[in-house]
């Protein structure tokens, strides 16, 4: 059990983890969890819990949360009519057994394979923040069945090693596809729904040794709700700023501090 210090200093952390990871959600539209997966890693860590474990930690934590931001998301995208609810409940099995899988095997991986693989794929779609454009299709029509029997699994497997929803992936897939980018968003929030359930309920039966106190399963439940209770009142004010900001030049300066989380975390696993 910490001490009142140690207590005290945890939630304080968690108070500003929340509050960035609201404001770049609603800032950006990538999503809490790629802030909060490194946030919640680097802040374990120097508080001194440290374990083969903790990046379980971290991923289930973040997931847990994206089940309440990303439904609070796609009611709001709903409300303005946004939302294609058709390709949910097509794309909802395939991610769901992606999710599943990837829960399994993120319970048998090491945090330092964990390390790689975040910072790796942090990379990637830092990448694309940067040089992907608008313009880029790889096809005017929606996803074909055939695409989706293979991308939607995928797509929930990822996330979930990840420890994110559905935005990061799920956007630039579909507006690759031509859905223009609103309408993309608005449904990467519900993808991120079907994600974060099915993987949230399998890490709860997830056992970690030497977790941070107060975890159940892999979930951290200080953490989790802390963060949704800040996340919650901060995400509206990024969403205010994203109309008066230039958002080219927010996301690349974004995705350069992504970069550089991402590179970090190599150097810890690697070096």
Sequence with gaps: MPDIASLGL????????????GIISGLLGVGGGIVLVPAFFYMFSALGYQSAGLMQVCVATSLATIIVTSARSVM????????????????ALPIAIGS??????????????????????????????IV?????????????????????????FMSVLLGIGGGSIGTPMQTLHNIPIHRAVATSSGFG?????????????THVENAPPYTLGAVNI?????????????????????????????KIAFAVFLMLIALNMLRKALF
């Design 132 to 156: 992907g454009k608008a313009s880029w299709r790889i096809s005017d029509n929606p996803p074909s069945a055939l695409f989706r029997a293979w991308f939607a699994p995928l797509m929930g």
């Design 76 to 91: 709001a995208h709903h409300k303005k009519g946004a939302v294609d609810w058709v390709m949910l409940k097509q794309w």
């Design 222 to 250: 200080p953490a989790f709700l802390v963060v949704i209770a800040v996340s919650v009142i901060t995400a509206p004010w990024g969403a205010a700023l994203a109309h008066r900001l230039p958002a080219r030049q927010l």
């Design 193 to 205: 729904v079907l994600i974060a359930i099915p993987s949230t309920v399998g890490f709860l039966l």
């Design 100 to 129: 599943v899988a990837g829960v399994v095997v993120v319970s048998h991986l090491h945090t330092h394979t964990l390390q790689i693989i975040f910072g790796t794929m942090l990379l990637l779609i830092a990448a694309y923040m």
């Design 10 to 21: 945890l939630f304080g952390f968690l108070v500003l983890v929340g509050g960035v990871a």
